[in-house]
Structure formats: C-alpha cells, structure tokens
C-alpha cells in the first residue's frame, strides 16, 4: 500500500477511535442502557458492543468503501471483500465482562493490515483517558509518550498477564499458570486481551500470553509491542483471522523463558498442542 493511502488511513483510525472511545464511555457511565446478555458461558455481549462497532464500521465505509471490515460482534463486514489486502480488525468492547460489571478496565482496539501484516493499531481505555497506537516502523505511543518494553531479564520480578476463556480447558489455563508461577514470575487476569498487550508495550508488565484468543483482540496490540521492542510470536499464520491462535508477547529478555514455560511460540507448535 502507498504511503499516502496509509497515513490517509492512519487519520481516520486516530479520529474514530476518538469518536469510539467518547461513545463507549458515555455508555459505560449509564448502566442503565448496557444491556447486558449471555453470548455463552462466561461470554457477555452489551449495548455498546453493538453501538461502538457500528460506528466505527460506518465511518470506515464512508471513507474507504473498498477495505474489508472484521468486527467482533458482526464478522465479516462492511462494503468490502475479506481478501481485500486492506482490512479493519475491530473489537468494539474488549473485556465486555468487565464492562458489564461496571468494573472499567476495558478498551477499544482497532487494528489495521495491509499486505497480510499489521501496519496501523489503536486501542483506547475510555475509563482511563489512555489511547495506545502504532505505525509499522514508527514506534508506539501511550498518548503523547513514546512507548519502550521492559528491559528486566529477571523473571523473579515479571508479571505475566495470562488470559483465559472457556475456549480452551481449565486445566491448560491451571497448568500454565502453575509453570508461570513454578518459574519465579507472579502473574495478572485482567479481563482485556488488547490492554493486556497494550501493557506490555508500556512496560507495564513483562508478558500477555493467552492459549487461544481470537484476531480481533490483538490485531492492534501485537503491533504495539512490536513497535515498542518487543517480541511476539506468529499469530497471523494459518487461519487465525477467521479461527483465533495462541498468543505470546513479551519483553525479548523473558522470550526463550516464557515460550518454554507457555509452549505458545514454538518452532513445531507441538507443545502448543499439547498443552491446549
Ligand atoms: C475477551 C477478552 C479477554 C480474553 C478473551 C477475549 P471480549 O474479549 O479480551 O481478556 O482473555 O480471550 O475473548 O469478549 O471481552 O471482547
């Protein structure tokens, strides 16, 4: 894609999650109005789901009617085609259970890719005033302020965010977190794939693993700690833009640890599939 196409891309990506980030917190601050529903088992859908990704969507289309759309609460969407070599990976509401529960620890991610690679992402923390981005080979910001991974190789003091579902067994989830632990690292569950990586960009924590989660969540995320210097492992590879992966991110001194203790990460995959 052409440098002009991109940053006419990159405007409206900081402008709609702008717009994004206002609506869901005026949602957020009316309880009343949430809506809240049962997807399935421990999977929350609200109001503003479907508010925020429809305005995001419109917005897109407007601008840019032949980029291919995929948004969480929608699928595949929008005016263009999903093997278009543009397309907007949205979840509207990322940690919808915490919103659901007035607990504010949710966001909004936008992510953007072009060529198969992700080149623009955003991700916003309504309740937080916080908005996290990215350029492909223009590092990644927290507002304002450049963003820099962690630079700790000593696992007695990382925090490692594993994120969990009912898409995988427990008894995966447990027994990663019994390594996580075994090994010397204390770790977090804070309900929001996407600020899980945004923090881990910031430096916040040291690693966001999750043993499947889905594109939407960390289209935008993983590019932020790419940008920020930091390692991830090949989440796009096969299908994972219709079926999800297992995700690993973290500071580049903790990467041969956390993908021997995760399995997330390896060249074979074989421990992937044995631990899930
Ligand atoms: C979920 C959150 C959660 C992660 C799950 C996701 P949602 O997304 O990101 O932290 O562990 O895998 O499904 O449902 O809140 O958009």
Redesign the pocket.
């Known amino acids: 894609m052409k440098k002009e196409d991109l940053d006419a891309r990159e405007q409206l990506l900081i402008a709609v999650t702008r717009e994004a980030s206002e609506l869901a917190r005026r949602l957020y601050l009316h309880p009343e109005s949430l809506g809240v529903k049962l997807k399935g088992k421990q999977?929350?859908i609200t109001v503003a789901d479907g508010e925020v990704e429809r305005l995001i969507v419109s917005r897109i289309a407007e601008r840019f009617p032949e980029d291919a759309v995929l948004g969480?609460e929608g699928g595949a969407q929008g005016t263009g085609d999903a093997r278009s070599d543009a397309i907007w990976i949205i979840?509207p509401?990322?940690?919808?259970?915490n919103f659901a529960h007035r607990i504010p620890h949710?966001s909004i991610s936008i992510g953007f890719l072009s060529g198969g690679e992700p080149q623009l992402g955003t991700i916003a923390a309504p309740m937080y005033h916080e908005v996290f981005r990215a350029r492909r080979g223009r590092g990644a910001f927290c507002n304002e302020r450049r963003m820099q991974v962690a630079g700790s190789a000593d696992i007695h003091r990382a925090i490692v965010e594993l994120?969990?579902?009912v898409?995988r067994p427990a008894r995966a989830y447990t027994a990663m977190l019994e390594r996580v632990l075994a090994a010397g690292a204390t770790f977090l569950r804070a309900?929001?794939?996407?600020l899980?990586l945004a923090y881990v960009a910031d430096g916040r924590t040291h690693g966001y693993c999750?043993l499947?989660?889905?594109a939407?969540?960390v289209a935008a995320g993983l590019l932020l700690v790419r940008e920020a210097g930091g390692w991830t492992n090949d989440f796009f590879a096969g299908a994972a833009l219709a079926e999800g992966n297992p995700v690993l991110a973290c500071t580049p001194a903790l990467k041969e640890a956390l993908v021997a203790i995760t399995g997330v990460g390896q060249a074979t995959g074989k421990l992937e599939r044995r631990i899930t």
Do not use: C, L, P, Q
């Open positions: 999977d929350y969480e979840d509401i990322d940690g919808t259970a949710f994120g969990w579902s898409r309900g929001s794939g996407a899980g999750e499947h989660i889905n939407w969540d």
